[in-house]
């Protein structure tokens, strides 16, 4: 599967902003969807998955109450809905696919593919 992440951009903090990740050459269904960021000189980052038929969605703690991770799978596309969003949710934002079942705090180890990235960037 190839992943083709979109949506990013500049949003002044308490704004909002919608990424997608479209998906080709595999059904989407197979797979385990992820999101994770990156900010510069840090680690590549979870910020949430969902499982294949979107029935269980995880998100890290530090953006639960604010992002919303969502996939239709009849578009071949996964979403994540970011309100409220901070300075500190600067970063590029990477959609990722797994197979597997089960969703919770995920290790970027166990994904397999990733999508090229989109810029995030609050201002303050």
């Known amino acids: 599967v190839q992943l083709q992440a979109s949506g990013g951009g500049l949003v002044q903090a308490g704004g909002s902003l919608r990424l997608s990740c479209a998906a080709s050459?595999?059904?989407?269904?197979?797979?385990?969807m992820g999101w994770f960021r990156q900010a510069p000189g840090k680690e590549r980052e979870f910020v949430a998955a969902?499982?294949?038929?979107?029935?269980?969605?995880y998100s890290t703690p530090s953006v639960a109450d604010r992002f919303t991770i969502s996939r239709d799978n009849a578009r071949n596309t996964v979403y994540l809905q970011m309100n409220s969003v901070k300075p500190e949710d600067t970063a590029v934002y990477y959609c990722?696919?797994?197979?597997?079942?089960?969703?919770?705090?995920?290790?970027?180890?166990?994904?397999?593919?990733w999508g090229q990235g989109t810029q995030v960037t609050v201002s303050s």
């Open positions: 969902i499982n294949r038929n979107s029935g269980r969605a």
């Open positions: 990722s696919a797994r197979v597997g079942f089960r969703v919770g705090l995920e290790r970027a180890t166990e994904y397999s593919t």
């Open positions: 050459g595999r059904t989407l269904s197979d797979y385990v």
